[in-house]
């Protein structure tokens, strides 16, 4: 059995893989997956193009930001891969995928779960607000929608 398991930088990633952790034969290959923010290229071509010293100081800000989140997600992905090593899955059987944004983090995701076979895909559940939700959509909400030949778990 193959299991994808989605994380980010939130605490709900570690009560995904705990949850996980406590339920599935360590035997299972687990995949932790992260889809990374990136920045546009519009963006960047623009403050070449713009040339204003404002607005490339907001780039700079932004690449910051960025590269940020991709160091909380490394660290968050691998207290993640500790806790099902504890759990007692080999070091064989659990898997660390990280990419950059491609079209979106959910489809991104959703095309990762059926690049590779996956059996089951995990998500955690962020308890957005229902107008939260309404306006923005949840990556969860998305994946439970449009996954096809695949489990979905939402862990919330």
């Excluded at 930088?9 to 035997?27: G, R, W």
């Excluded at 806790?83 to 995928?97: C, M, P, R, W």
Aim: net charge negative; proline share 2%; hydrophobic share 40%.
């Amino acid at each position: 059995m193959k299991m994808l398991i989605t994380i980010d930088d939130s605490e709900y990633a570690i009560k995904v893989v705990n949850y996980v952790a406590s339920t599935v034969n360590p035997t299972v290959n687990i995949t932790l997956f992260s889809v990374l923010p990136t920045m546009s290229l519009n963006l960047e071509k623009m403050e070449k193009d713009l040339k204003q010293p404002f607005f490339s100081e907001k780039v700079i800000e932004l690449r910051w930001m960025v590269d940020e989140e991709k160091k909380k997600t490394e660290s968050r992905i691998e207290e993640c891969r500790t806790i099902l090593i504890n759990a007692g899955f080999s070091d064989d059987n659990v898997e660390v995928k990280m990419q950059n944004k491609v079209v979106g983090i959910a489809r991104d995701i959703i095309a990762e779960a059926g690049k590779e076979n996956y059996d089951t895909v995990v998500v955690g559940r962020r308890g957005l607000s229902a107008t939260t939700a309404f306006v923005l959509g949840s990556v969860s909400n998305k994946i439970v929608q449009n996954m096809k030949d695949c489990t979905v778990w939402v862990v919330e």
